[in-house]
C-alpha cells in the first residue's frame, strides 16, 4: 500500500506533529480530525494564570497551524468501527481509513468533584487548565492583596498534573516583590505523599514551597466544593478537612475521552480509558493499524506535552515499517519532561524516564534539573517559538 488513507484524531500538539512528521515521510493522504477553531499551546497558560505572559501568546487560528499537505476536518468523533475500519463523526457523517492513530488527548472532568464547575462560574475561581480561566487566573492574582488562596493538583492519570504548581509559585513571588506575601495565606492540596515523585526534583520543589511559606496539605484530594460559601472540602479515606478561601485555583479530575472505551479501544479492565497501545511501540495491542500518542495512550509514563516529540518520531516510524510491511521496531523509551517555573525568572527542569530516573536531555549534565535562570529561558522563550514554527509542522 502506497499512499494509504491516515487519520489523526485530534488536532492539537500530538495530532498536528504526528500528521506534519507522517507528511514529511512521504504519506500524503492525511486528514486531522479537529472541531476546535482556536489552537492553544497548553503550557504557556501556566504563565498566563501567573501573571508572566500574555493570553494572546498561547493561542493561535486552527486553519493557521495545520501542517501543509494535511486535511483538515472539524468535526468531532462519535465512535470508531475498527472492524470496518471506519470512524462515526458526531455531525452523522463518517471516514474510513487505512491507518488510524488516536491523540485526542483527555478530558476535564470538572463535574466529578460536586460543586467544582459552580466555582469556576464565580469570580474567584481560576485554573491553568482552561484558556478562559487562565486568562481570569492572571487578573485575579496579580490583584490581590490579602486572603487565602487554595491550590489544588489531580490526581493521576493526568495532563501534566504537576503543572498545577506553576501559577502558585508565579503568584508567590509577585506577592512577594510588591510586599503582600505575608497576608495572604496560600495552601497547596496534593494528592501525594512528595510534591513530585523523583528524589531530586522533591528537594527543589521543597525548598521553593518552604521558601514562601506555603502550607502543604499531602494525600489529600479535593472532595467538594460549596461556592456559595467558599468553602471546600479535601481528605483521603475517613480524613477529611473543609478550608476556607478567597481564591480557588482548582484543577480537575482528567480521563480520556469516552468513545474510546466506548468503541473498544481501551483495555477492559483500564477505568480512565486509555487507548490500548504498546508502550514501546505505540500500537495498538488488538488492533495493528491503530496507533496512539499523548494523553490519551496507555504509555506507562507521565504525561506531558514534552513527552508527545519523541513519542511522535517513534509512532511515525513505526507506522510507515507497517505501511511497508515490515515489523516496528523504534521504540519509546517513556521519556517526559516537566518544566516547574518556580519563580518568575527560574525553571526546575524534570526530565525522566517510565522508571522515574533522570534523564537530562545534556547527559552529562546530571543536575539540570536544579532551579535554573537557563531553563526559564529555554522553557519561556525558546519552546514557544519552536512549538509554532517547528513541532507543529512536523519537523522537530
Not at 501573571?51 to 493557521?64: K, W
Request: net charge positive; proline share 7%; glycine share 8%.
Amino acid at each position: 500500500m502506497t499512499n494509504p488513507r491516515i487519520v489523526v484524531v485530534g488536532g492539537g500538539n500530538a495530532g498536528l506533529s504526528v500528521a506534519g512528521r507522517l507528511h514529511r515521510a512521504g504519506l500524503a493522504d492525511i486528514t486531522v480530525i479537529e472541531p476546535r477553531t482556536l489552537h492553544v499551546f497548553a503550557p504557556l497558560q501556566s504563565h498566563i494564570a501567573g501573571g508572566a505572559a500574555r493570553a494572546s501568546e498561547a493561542a493561535r487560528p486552527q486553519a493557521d497551524v495545520i501542517p501543509p499537505g494535511v486535511r483538515w476536518l472539524r468535526d468531532e468523533v462519535f465512535t470508531v468501527d475498527a472492524d470496518t475500519r471506519r470512524v462515526h463523526l458526531v455531525s452523522g457523517g463518517r471516514i474510513d481509513y487505512d491507518q488510524l492513530v488516536v491523540c485526542a488527548g483527555m478530558r476535564m472532568a470538572w463535574e466529578q468533584v460536586p460543586g467544582l464547575p459552580e466555582a469556576m462560574d464565580t469570580a474567584s475561581g481560576i485554573s491553568n487548565y482552561d484558556y478562559t480561566l487562565a486568562a481570569k487566573a492572571s487578573t485575579v492574582l496579580r490583584d490581590l492583596r490579602s486572603g487565602t488562596v487554595v491550590f489544588t493538583q489531580p490526581p493521576e492519570p493526568a495532563s501534566c498534573g504537576a503543572a498545577a504548581q506553576k501559577p502558585m509559585y508565579l503568584a508567590c513571588d509577585w506577592w512577594r516583590a510588591i510586599g503582600v506575601r505575608d497576608d495572604i495565606r496560600v495552601i497547596f492540596v496534593c494528592p501525594d505523599p512528595v510534591p513530585f515523585g523523583i528524589p531530586a526534583i522533591d528537594r527543589e520543589l521543597r525548598r521553593k514551597l518552604d521558601e514562601y511559606g506555603i502550607e502543604v496539605r499531602y494525600s489529600r484530594d479535593l472532595r467538594s466544593v460549596d461556592a456559595e460559601n467558599s468553602t471546600l472540602t479535601i481528605g483521603r479515606g475517613d480524613a477529611s478537612e473543609t478550608l476556607p478561601y478567597d481564591v480557588l485555583h482548582a484543577v480537575p479530575p482528567q480521563r480520556a475521552p469516552e468513545w474510546i472505551a466506548g468503541s473498544g479501544l481501551a483495555a477492559s479492565d483500564d477505568p480512565h480509558g486509555f487507548v490500548d497501545v504498546d508502550p514501546e511501540t505505540l500500537q495498538h495491542v488488538r488492533h495493528p493499524e491503530i496507533w496512539a500518542v499523548g494523553d490519551a495512550a496507555a504509555v506507562a509514563t507521565r504525561r506531558s506535552g514534552g513527552a508527545i516529540r519523541r513519542q511522535a518520531k517513534a509512532l511515525v516510524k513505526n507506522l510507515r515499517a507497517a505501511v511497508e510491511g515490515r515489523p516496528p521496531t523504534q521504540k519509546y523509551n517513556g521519556y517526559s519532561v516537566v518544566p516547574f517555573t518556580v519563580s518568575r525568572g527560574t525553571v526546575v527542569f524534570a526530565e525522566f524516564d517510565r522508571w522515574g530516573r533522570l534523564q537530562p536531555t545534556v547527559p552529562f549534565w546530571r543536575s539540570l534539573y536544579r532551579e535554573r535562570r537557563l531553563s526559564w529561558i529555554a522553557d519561556r522563550r525558546v519552546l514557544p517559538w519552536v512549538y509554532w514554527h517547528l513541532i507543529l509542522r512536523g519537523r522537530a
